[in-house]
């Protein structure tokens, strides 16, 4: 279906979901919308299984928020399912679509349920507000603005990586993705340019700053979605010992990884030792 529709099937942010739900509400017919906007719900609902399924140790609140969206997903699929079985749509139900549309997002708005929303610190403003800003604001307030985003998401990161209850994987992952962070905290914006207007999305230091927002929003997203499931690695003191009559095998690993991390044409190469990790163990 989104191949016919010549446009994704799914938006990172609601937002862009809404406005391009309510696009094809105006240039497709009825009955193909709602056939889409079908599959857009089951796939929410795929969403919140997996979800619910992979991460770990959910406090009783966020698993009545999962449970209150896919009641509520259950019920807008089979109202809009026995309005598909008696063909409505086929016969000017553009306008009842666009209803099925506005409740669909209006579930979306009220439960943000995404991988990377789980364990997400809050933030003022989310790197895909700062985008949408790019051709609204000046790039001296929104680089400002961008960099104490990033310092609030590197402040929570440290905090987890600081805690003791979590597995060697966990902090190797806070380690790297602070590392990733702490470059973009620190990238080198061309100079300010008297020949571009701010709202100039050309502006090398517009096009600049939407390259770090989109960098910070994969690597806050990737981080936040895999870092409760990286407990289940967890190397634990119970798990590791062993009786005193048994001498274990340890290995030891001395050869360097190397990370390379780039923001548009700048580089950098990071060097850790992962015996680093270790000295609290």
């Known amino acids: 279906m989104a191949i016919i529709l010549g446009l994704p099937s799914s938006r990172s942010a ?3 979901e809404a406005k391009f739900l309510r696009q094809i509400a105006d240039q497709y ?19 919140i299984s997996q979800i619910k399924s992979s991460l770990k140790n959910l406090d009783q609140s966020k698993v009545e928020v999962f449970g209150l969206a896919e009641k509520t997903l259950e019920l807008l699929e089979e109202q809009l399912t026995a309005l598909e079985k008696a063909d409505y749509f086929d016969f000017n139900g553009t306008e009842k679509v ?21 364990g997400v610190v809050k933030v003022a403003v989310t790197p ?26 590197l402040s929570d990161i440290d905090g987890k990586e600081r805690s003791p209850d979590n597995s060697r994987m966990q902090k190797l ?16 914006y061309p100079p300010a340019d008297d020949n571009y207007h701010y709202t100039d999305l050309t502006d090398p230091r517009k096009v600049a700053l939407g390259t770090v927002l989109r960098k910070v929003k994969t690597v806050v997203g990737f981080f936040y979605a895999q870092f409760n499931n990286l407990a289940d690695l967890k190397s634990s ?33 990071q060097y850790f030792e992962p015996k680093d990790y270790d000295q609290d163990e």
Do not use: C, W
């Open 14 to 16: 609601p937002l862009e």
């Open 29 to 47: 017919s009825a009955p193909l919308v709602a056939s889409f906007l079908h599959s857009r719900i089951q796939k929410n609902e795929e969403m």
């Open 98 to 118: 666009k209803y099925f549309i506005e409740q669909f997002i209006m579930q979306n708005e009220i439960y943000p349920i995404e991988f990377g929303s789980y």
């Open 128 to 153: 895909d507000i700062l985008l949408e800003d790019l051709p609204k604001k000046r790039s001296h307030d929104l680089i400002n603005v961008t960099n104490s985003m990033i310092q609030t998401y």
């Open 173 to 188: 992952a806070t380690f790297l993705d602070k590392q990733e962070l702490q470059l973009l905290a620190n990238y080198s």
């Open 237 to 269: 003191k119970k798990t590791s010992e062993v009786s005193a009559n048994q001498k274990p095998e340890i290995a030891v690993v001395t050869e360097k990884f190397q990370i390379t991390s780039s923001v548009s044409s700048v580089s950098s190469v």
